[in-house]
Antibody, heavy 119, light 108 residues
Framework: EVRLLESGGGLVQPGGSLRLSCATS????????MSWVRQAPGKGLEWVSGFGDSGGRAYYSDSVKGRFTSSRDNLNNTLYLLMNSLRAEDTAIYYC????????????WGLGTLVTVSP | SYVLTQSPSVSVAPGGTAIITCGGSDIGSKSVHWFQQKPGQAPDLVVY???DRPSRIPERFSGSNSGKTATLFISRVEAGDEADYFC???????????FGGGTKLTVL
């Protein structure tokens, strides 16, 4: 069974940093593209970052580029999102998602972790 | 940047067919994916590559995509289908995934 479990969310002050983790199990992690998607309270879905398989590069939305860094540990089957220079508008539930092998579509999602940026 | 446009809300009576649209420039040339999100839950893939369904999704969910509009159809609507629905595409020109703003489906 595919499982994705995000952690690391919490309350942080503007300008601060936070590192999210997405622990995975039930599949061969290194073979799959992974992504981060966020959802501000009462709002829609926003793609944040996408990471290809073990040899792929990371891509970022314009709203986080230069502040967020996505990485993956293929030995420990974990995806990370390092978030720096956090702003109030970064407040959201952050989901990690796994893509299908054949297409990039997000087939499985975690339950999400809440990040709140507030003084 | 590429923009996907969805109507904010759609209402349908039980047993009817819900039609949820997603507009975008030449969207017919892209693969469109649809997600269902119920309150307090993570999104769930219901249709991918315009018209394919994950095996767990009932046949009542179907999709089409042509020209400037992609469409999600939900036939024989049930109370349990009430949710927000989001369309998504990959914009190769920007190397970004793009979501539509979402449509809230209300079952009357």
């Amino acid at each position: 069974e595919v499982r994705l479990l995000e952690s690391g969310g919490g309350l942080v002050q503007p300008g601060g940093s936070l590192r999210l983790s997405c622990a995975t199990s039930g599949f061969t992690f290194k073979n799959y593209a992974m992504s981060w998607v966020r959802q501000a309270p009462g709002k829609g879905l926003e793609w944040v970052s996408g990471f290809g398989d073990s040899g792929g590069r990371a891509y970022y939305s314009d709203s986080v580029k230069g502040r967020f860094t996505s990485s993956r540990d293929n030995l420990n089957n974990t995806l990370y999102l390092l978030m720096n220079s956090l702003r109030a508008e970064d407040t959201a539930i952050y989901y990690c998602a796994r893509s299908m092998l054949t297409t990039g579509v997000f087939e499985f999602w975690g339950l999400g972790t809440l990040v709140t940026v507030s003084p | 940047s590429y923009v996907l446009t969805q109507s904010p809300s759609v209402s349908v009576a039980p047993g009817g067919t819900a039609i949820i649209t997603c507009g975008g420039s030449d969207i017919g040339s892209k693969s469109v994916h649809w997600f269902q999100q119920k309150p307090g839950q993570a999104p769930d893939l219901v249709v991918y590559d315009d018209r394919d369904r994950p095996s767990r999704i009932p046949e009542r969910f179907s999709g089409s995509n042509s020209g400037k509009t992609a469409t999600l159809f939900i036939s024989r609507v049930e109370a349990g289908d009430e949710a927000d629905y989001f369309c998504q595409v990959w914009d190769s020109s920007s190397a970004h995934w793009v979501f539509g703003g979402g449509t809230k489906l209300t079952v009357l």
